[in-house]
């Protein structure tokens, strides 16, 4: 059995923050977390727009189960374990379609599309004590949406999911409020797997202290299409946030542009006006303040533990699961307003694919990043990741404050203390005092 106690080494008097390598490296640390984390809090699922139609069924894996959920004939979206009531085979065999019913390929039991059990071949063969009305589909102990976000959990006794996103709910508010018919996720993902640790993608996601000396490449191209240099070299240096239970944000400026709401060079001029006109819609709607967070600021928003979204030029909602210590598995989306077309959505989609796509201007750099430190763990001889930057001060984006309410609630799910106080020392005390 591993020693828990002490991986994280929380010193806030001498602004210290060290994390122990073995929490990136051990199986008995990745078995835990199974148990201590992903079978504690919500996890994301899906958005209920990729299931449009009554029907639309996808299977999805969540934390190494089988799940699939499905539109039924009566509207309603459903999560179902995917595995026979019978004898346990999965039942949802692809990816994704549109169905009545389904068949279990293994002896026919069939269900229809909202998991009641509506075939049993032979079904004399059985006596008086099987109910075909308790042998439905099951679903996962807890299943609910925000805003079209899908998450379930697999611990029947969590807290309702409002209260579980804590101050991740304003974030998710400003990114959904952004489109005027709702948001829909584009058909279609980036599936790839790092060879790291799936907390080193959580650090990378929210980290803004590597994004001048990683992306160094991509600046370059930026400032070779118009774009001054110095405005992206200067993006930095808004507040980070940890926003309870383990949630974070870092943010920035903008200045690439957004197709909600901000011109830029990147955009062609020929949208100009177009972009002017959502920015009038978003100001008249929720005031000057709040457009220009929505439409002047780009964040990473971390829902704790493992969906990042990416609220920049695009929206990429991006999810990931360790399939060993040193090997994850990731897949990401595009979320955009329904009603957005044309030039907008190219844009938009063509970031999602040049900067933070598998192959874009992005992704590889980090993936090159983190794949770096896991095979710099094969060392051995440091014991300790060091992410105390800021700590000291009123932390910024390029500090590790956001890194270290991830990991403070890593730790208090592993100890079993469940949710703790994942704040810096001096937001804590600046609190005190004006509370
Ligand atoms: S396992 Fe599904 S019908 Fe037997
Ligand atoms: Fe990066």
Not at 242 to 253: F, S
Not at 323 to 342: D, F, S
Not at 410 to 424: A, E, F, I, K, N
């Amino acid at each position: 059995m591993v020693e828990l106690k002490g991986l994280i080494i929380d010193n806030p008097k001498d602004g210290i923050f060290r994390v122990h390598r073995s929490a990136m490296t051990s199986p008995e640390i990745l078995q835990m977390e199974q148990e201590r984390v992903f079978n504690k809090c919500w996890l994301y699922l899906c958005h209920e727009s990729e299931v449009e139609n009554p029907g639309d069924y996808r299977r999805r894996n969540v934390a190494g189960r089988p799940l699939f959920f499905v539109r039924g004939s009566d509207g309603k979206v459903r999560v179902f374990l995917n595995t026979c009531t019978h004898r346990g085979a999965l039942i949802c065999r692809r990816d994704q379609g549109n169905t009545e019913v389904l068949q279990c390929f293994y002896h026919a039991w069939t269900f229809n599309n909202q998991g009641e059990l509506i075939g049993v071949p032979d079904e004399a063969g059985y006596g008086k004590g099987f109910n075909r009305a308790e042998m439905g589909l099951k679903s996962p102990p807890r299943v609910d949406n925000y805003r079209g976000f899908i998450f379930v959990s697999f611990n029947p006794d969590v807290e309702d999911l409002v209260t579980y996103l804590a101050g991740a709910r304003d974030y998710i508010d400003l990114i959904v409020d952004q489109a005027e018919e709702g948001m829909r996720m584009i058909p279609g993902s980036n599936r790839y797997s790092i060879k790291a640790n799936w907390k080193l993608l959580v650090e990378n996601s929210l980290d803004g202290y590597h994004v001048k000396p990683t992306h160094k490449t991509y600046f370059e191209y930026v400032t070779s299409l118009g774009i001054r240099s110095s405005a992206v070299q200067t993006a930095f240096g808004r507040p980070a946030r940890a926003l309870g239970n383990g949630h974070a944000v870092e943010e920035h400026d903008g200045v690439r542009g957004r197709p909600i709401a901000r011109w830029s060079p990147l955009f062609g001029e020929e949208t100009k006006e177009e972009i002017a006109r959502i920015r009038a819609r978003l100001v008249e709607k929720f005031g000057e303040q709040r457009t220009r967070l929505m439409a002047d600021v780009s964040r990473n928003l971390l829902v704790y533990p493992n969906l990042i979204i990416i609220d920049s030029i695009d929206i990429t909602v991006r999810i990931f699961w360790p399939i060993t210590p040193e090997l994850m598995e990731v897949t990401a989306w595009q979320l955009a307003p329904k009603e957005e077309k044309g030039e907008l959505l190219a844009r938009r989609l063509d970031n999602f694919l040049t900067f933070h796509g598998p192959g874009g201007f992005a992704t590889p750099d980090d993936v090159e990043a983190i794949e770096s430190c896991q095979a710099g763990y094969k060392a051995e001889g440091v014991e300790w990741s060091e992410l105390s930057r800021g700590m000291h001060r009123e932390a910024i984006a390029e500090d590790e404050l956001q890194l270290r309410a991830f990991w403070r609630q890593w730790y208090g799910y592993m100890l079993g203390l469940g949710q703790v106080d994942t704040r810096d020392p001096v937001v804590r005390e600046r609190s005190s005092v004006a509370s």
